[in-house]
């Protein structure tokens, strides 16, 4: 089993910076690919990017690409989404989930999810 909890969310104003950080627990945390999702009101969960276990791999949706970079510490058991320059349709809950195996962007690839939080840009 692994254990995902995420922090860093909060209310920024756009072109302005945030970093969330997802701390995994359990034995096999740094087994799992990471990857990054966020729901915004009234949508459906979209994928925004992943790395592999050992970070060799790492992808980002076209609307964040150039703007959030993953990544993550195995030592600590913990990844990142540092992000950049951000808009106000980057509003949403964000999510960290984790699988066995390679990165992915369905929904149903992953086994742990955390709880998310929240995200808000002003304009």
């Known amino acids: 089993q692994v254990q995902l909890v995420e922090s860093g969310g909060g209310l920024v104003q756009a072109g302005g910076s945030l970093r969330l950080s997802c701390a995994a627990s359990?034995?096999?945390?740094?087994?799992?690919?990471m990857g990054w999702y966020r729901q915004a009101p009234g949508k459906e969960r979209e994928w925004v990017s992943c790395?592999?276990?050992?970070?060799?791999?790492?992808f980002y949706a076209d609307p964040v690409k150039g703007r959030f970079t993953i990544s993550r510490d195995n030592a600590k058991n913990t990844g990142y989404l540092q992000m950049n320059s951000l808009k106000p349709e980057d509003t949403a809950v964000y999510y960290c989930?984790?699988?066995?195996?390679?990165?992915?962007?369905?929904?149903?690839?992953?086994?742990?999810w955390g709880q998310g939080t929240t995200v808000t840009v002003s304009s």
């Open positions: 790395i592999s276990r050992r970070s060799s791999v790492t």
């Open positions: 359990g034995s096999t945390g740094s087994k799992n690919a």
């Open positions: 989930a984790a699988r066995a195996g390679v990165c992915g962007n369905s929904v149903s690839l992953y086994n742990y």
